[in-house]
């Protein structure tokens, strides 16, 4: 096995934003500050401005390189060319182990032939898992799923909700498994100051009805007391959720602020407020509450992770109604909220650390790796890795 001092790690991702690309970011620089050689392969260049800053932080952390290899979102014949120059990038910079993030990176990594020479590692990160296995789309993903946990040595879940959905949808992993949660680093653990004339609620994230943007929309319309909601973030479906925001009374002001930072976006509001309908394991809940702002979230995926003792605050997910009120609440009983907001705050500043994160993922690449190379000997023999504790339920 490789000396832990010189472990080298290619990461694979398709798109490079968001809180997949967030955690690939923080992981990399993670891992070189504990002396691995960190190389990553992204689908395409980003476009915004956020972006394309932690994309160049994350080059100067890649001994290995950045390399920008086009995927498609939907399999294809570009895929096949793409495995082609993969296994020939893998080889040559001699990684030890590939760790592929979402449906396409994880898809990548497991797809490749073992003469590429290193572990292939897998984290959903919802990906795939947010399909509905009753769907013909969630069908045919899913027994894609179950045809590439064969080819994968390790799986790493993001939460127990993650661990959970997956041997629900797809059956249980065939290989070794764990879980390690997201983490925030020490700059997110900032006091954020709100700004002057600040409004009630911030949304910060993707414009997508995924995301619950409509729902919030509705849930302010609702409210019976004056309210202001700023909305930050780009995608797709801003246009439909301007429409609704002018259909709101009066008393009700909204509005659409563009992309930008979070910590900039989080100046804006007195609460952060997280609608989604479903959702992995958040940034933005993890950031809002590090940096000690009320958040009022919807219980879905890793969420109640999250919020630990207090999982009973959260909201019923597409509910307008239960939305509207824990926005009056918010409103008519700030200091509730505020008392909520130290306890997590508490929580995640120490449970939900990137530095853990970071070391808990390096450590299982390590295990993994000692027993792929017991089971693997250097003269070929053998074929299966060797089993690890699993943090998989009876």
Aim: glycine residues 10%; proline residues 6%.
């Amino acid at each position: 096995m490789a000396e832990a001092k010189s472990l080298r790690v290619l990461h694979i991702l398709r798109a490079p934003l968001g809180g997949l690309f967030r955690h690939v970011c923080d992981l990399a620089a993670g891992q070189r500050r504990a002396g691995l050689k960190v190389g990553v392969v992204i689908g395409d260049e980003p476009h915004d401005p956020i972006s394309i800053a932690r994309l160049r932080e994350l080059a100067a952390d890649c001994e290995l390189g950045v390399h920008i290899m086009p995927m498609n979102r939907t399999p294809g014949l570009g895929d096949a060319a793409n495995l082609i120059r993969m296994v020939a990038r893998a080889r040559l910079l001699a990684v030890d182990v590939i760790h592929g993030h979402g449906a396409k990176g994880g898809a990548y990594a497991r797809l490749l032939p073992r003469f590429a020479g290193a572990i292939r590692l897998y984290t959903p990160h919802g990906g795939t898992l947010h399909f509905d296995n009753r769907s013909v789309k969630g069908q045919l993903f899913f027994a894609a799923e179950r045809f590439m946990r064969r080819r994968t040595d390790g799986f790493i879940f993001e939460s127990e909700f993650g661990l959970r959905t997956f041997i629900e949808k797809v059956g249980k992993p065939t290989a070794p498994s764990v879980v390690v949660h997201n983490g925030v680093t020490e700059a997110d653990c900032a006091t954020v100051l709100p700004e002057v004339g600040v409004a009630n609620f911030v949304f910060v994230g993707e414009l997508r009805e995924l995301k619950g943007v409509g729902t919030l929309i509705e849930a302010m319309r609702r409210l019976g007391k004056p309210a202001h909601l700023r909305i930050v973030g780009s995608g797709a479906e801003r246009a439909t959720f301007e429409a609704m925001a002018r259909l709101v009374p009066s008393h009700i002001r909204i509005k659409f602020m563009g992309a930008m930072p979070a910590r900039d976006a989080f100046a804006l509001g007195r609460a952060v407020v997280l609608p989604s309908h479903h959702e992995s394991l958040p940034y933005v809940a993890l950031e809002a509450a590090a940096a000690g702002l009320p958040l009022i979230a919807t219980r879905v995926g890793g969420l109640p992770e999250v919020f630990g003792p207090d999982a009973a605050e959260l909201v019923a997910p597409a509910d307008p109604d239960a939305l509207a009120a824990a926005l009056s609440h918010a409103i008519e009983q700030p200091q509730a909220i505020a008392s909520l907001a130290g306890r997590l705050r508490t929580r995640v500043q120490t449970e939900f650390s990137a530095s853990r994160m970071v070391k808990d993922i390096s450590e299982f690449y390590r295990a993994v790796l000692e027993q792929h190379v017991i089971a693997h000997p250097q003269d070929g023999a053998g074929a299966s890795i060797a089993r690890l504790p699993e943090s998989i339920p009876s």
